[in-house]
C-alpha cells in the first residue's frame, strides 16, 4: 500500500504527460487502479479488473485525450490517494468510482467525435 499512499504512480503518470509519453502515462494510470484492486486481496476482483484492463487498454491508447482530461485524471488520483492517506477508504472507494466511471463517459464521447465513422444516431 506504501507505493499507492506515496503518490509515486501520480507523479511519473503527470512525469509522462509532461513529456508527451502518453501510452507510458496512460499505463502508469491503468497500474495505480491495478494496485489499488490488489490492495483488496481479493482474487475474483483482481481478475475481473485485469481482464476489463487488458480488454480496454488499446480503445483507450486509440482515443486522444484533451490536456483538460489528463490533467483531471491525475487530480482525481491524486484525491483518492489523500483519502486513502487518511483511513477514508469509503469515500475513496467511491471516488474511484466516480472517477472511472467520469473518465470512461468521456473517453467514449471524445472516440464518437474522433472516429472516422458516420452514425445515425439510432
Do not use: W
Not at 486481496?41 to 475481473?48: A, D, E, G, H, K
Not at 490536456?67 to 489523500?82: L, W
Amino acid at each position: 500500500m506504501s507505493d499507492i499512499l506515496s503518490g509515486s504512480f501520480v507523479d511519473k503518470a503527470e512525469a509522462h504527460y509532461r513529456k508527451g509519453e502518453q501510452k507510458e502515462r496512460l499505463l502508469t494510470n491503468f497500474q495505480f487502479h491495478t494496485r489499488i484492486v490488489e490492495m483488496t486481496r481479493n482474487p475474483i476482483l483482481v481478475l475481473m479488473h485485469k481482464l476489463i484492463v487488458d480488454l480496454s487498454f488499446a480503445f483507450f491508447e486509440s482515443v486522444k485525450p484533451t490536456p483538460a482530461m489528463i490533467e483531471n485524471t491525475i487530480d482525481g488520483h491524486r484525491k483518492i490517494v489523500s483519502l486513502l492517506k487518511h483511513g477514508r477508504f469509503d469515500e475513496a472507494g467511491s471516488l474511484c468510482r466516480e472517477h472511472i466511471q467520469g473518465v470512461s463517459r468521456r473517453i467514449v464521447e471524445k472516440s464518437k467525435r474522433q472516429s472516422p465513422l458516420k452514425t445515425t444516431g439510432k
